[in-house]
């Protein structure tokens, strides 16, 4: 896994003071992108273990309520287990996960790859950036298009439900 940047304390992307990563590499190239030099699967820094360690720390902090994880595309770090792994220390931990990918929720159900990487997640906010549907009024999203799941309550119940975002 490759990744731009780590935001140690980030109050615009989720709920809470969170640390972000993002990630690099992104298929999707959706027109608009706030993120367009992070698409390149091959900028940024690759992940290591001072990387992990760096995350972890900055987690411990006690006004930190979680992990964000943006890109790129978080989906497509499959080409290890790194985020995985991460992700799972990171729920040990007690913080919430938020990730926010350009696929459709229900199209990854079937995908075992994603899924190892939703399945760590509390929230996902889905969908590809529309300029057209832009929204600058939105909360946690770019487009009208995108929605803000539940991914627990979406996997017990076996659709998808909205995050309540009160």
């Given at each position: 896994?490759?990744?731009?940047?780590?935001?140690?304390?980030?109050?615009?992307?989720?709920?809470?003071?969170?640390?972000?990563?993002?990630?690099?590499?992104?298929?999707?190239?959706?027109?608009g992108?706030?993120?367009?030099?992070?698409?390149?699967?091959?900028?940024?820094?690759?992940?290591?273990?001072?990387?992990?360690?760096?995350?972890?720390?900055?987690?411990?902090?006690?006004?930190?309520?979680?992990?964000?994880?943006?890109?790129?595309?978080?989906?497509e770090?499959?080409?290890?287990?790194?985020?995985?792994?991460?992700?799972?220390e990171?729920?040990?931990?007690?913080?919430?996960?938020w990730?926010?990918?350009?696929?459709?929720?229900?199209?990854?159900?079937?995908?075992?790859?994603?899924?190892?990487?939703?399945?760590?997640?509390?929230?996902?906010?889905?969908?590809?950036?529309?300029?057209?549907?832009?929204?600058?009024?939105?909360?946690?999203?770019?487009?009208?298009?995108?929605?803000?799941?539940?991914?627990?309550?979406?996997?017990?119940?076996?659709?998808?439900?909205?995050?309540?975002?009160?």
């Amino acid at each position: 896994m490759r990744y731009f940047k780590i935001r140690r304390l980030d109050v615009t992307n989720g709920p809470g003071v969170r640390v972000t990563l993002f990630v690099t590499g992104c298929s999707h190239k959706c027109p608009g992108c706030f993120n367009e030099e992070l698409q390149d699967f091959e900028a940024g820094k690759i992940w290591d273990s001072k990387s992990r360690d760096e995350i972890i720390e900055y987690l411990k902090n006690p006004m930190v309520v979680g992990l964000n994880l943006l890109g790129g595309e978080p989906l497509e770090q499959t080409m290890d287990t790194s985020l995985r792994d991460l992700l799972r220390e990171v729920r040990a931990m007690d913080k919430s996960i938020w990730l926010w990918t350009g696929f459709i929720f229900e199209d990854c159900l079937e995908d075992e790859d994603k899924m190892d990487i939703i399945k760590e997640c509390d929230v996902i906010i889905d969908g590809p950036f529309i300029k057209a549907k832009r929204n600058i009024k939105l909360k946690y999203r770019g487009s009208e298009n995108q929605r803000v799941i539940d991914v627990e309550k979406s996997l017990k119940e076996n659709k998808t439900i909205l995050h309540d975002m009160k």
